[in-house]
């Protein structure tokens, strides 16, 4: 739902008809959507990144940057766990190719993922550098010295901050899984009511295990 939210948002300074159209539409379809319902399991505390654009999939030639942000185990590829951060934004400048729309994704993720990885140490989890996965192989070849672009000076700011804050400072650790991996997907697309039906389950506990567990507990007290 963040993803036609934050559509939504972006057209209010100047709305028509249609905004109000969808608007309405967009609140028929969470009225008829069970309470959501996230599971946790546990962890190491560990925080862990996906990070996904969507190229110019918006009003204006305007690019999606999307993310999930989860807790989990300091290994290569971290399993997941219930989000406690999902990005779904619109990227304010026009991206001149999908490799610099990542490059955008991945600088706002990794902004957030600073601010988080200073909860986590401030409460006394100690975070080794963050993982971050992108299904991009040019972008995370740019940051990890591998690519060297010949066009870089649009996205030179991103580039240097992304390639500093991993390497220089191992903040963070930049690696490639394929897209059939990629769990920040979901969130830079307008996607079919099917698919959203597919992805609520990998998302979302159905709410019926909420109330069974509650009459277990319930049963347990008497």
Request: hydrophobic content about 35%.
């Amino acid at each position: 739902m963040l993803c036609p939210l934050s559509a939504l948002a972006a057209q209010q300074s100047k709305p028509t008809e249609n905004t109000m159209q969808r608007t309405q539409h967009f609140l028929d379809y969470a009225a008829t959507q069970e309470p959501a319902v996230t599971t946790y399991r546990a962890s190491d505390m560990v925080l862990a990144i996906h990070s996904d654009a969507g190229y110019l999939n918006e009003e204006d030639a305007r690019s999606r940057a999307g993310g999930h942000h989860f807790l989990s185990e300091d290994v290569p590829s971290p399993p997941n766990n219930g989000a406690i951060h999902n990005e779904a934004s619109i990227i304010k400048a026009v991206m001149s190719s999908a490799a610099e729309a990542e490059m955008g994704a991945l600088y706002t993720n990794a902004r957030k993922g600073v601010e988080e990885r200073n909860i986590l140490e401030e409460m006394g989890h100690k975070q080794p550098p963050t993982p971050i996965q992108t299904d991009n192989s040019t972008a995370e070849g740019i940051i990890n010295s591998r690519v060297q672009p010949k066009r870089t000076k649009a996205m030179d700011m991103r580039f240097h901050w992304l390639r500093d804050r991993g390497v220089n400072q191992q903040q963070f650790r930049f690696y490639w899984r394929p897209g059939s991996l990629q769990r920040a997907d979901y969130y830079t697309k307008h996607h079919s009511p099917a698919h959203h039906r597919q992805m609520r389950g990998e998302i979302l506990s159905p709410y019926k295990v909420v109330m069974d567990l509650r009459e277990h507990m319930q049963k347990v007290k008497k």
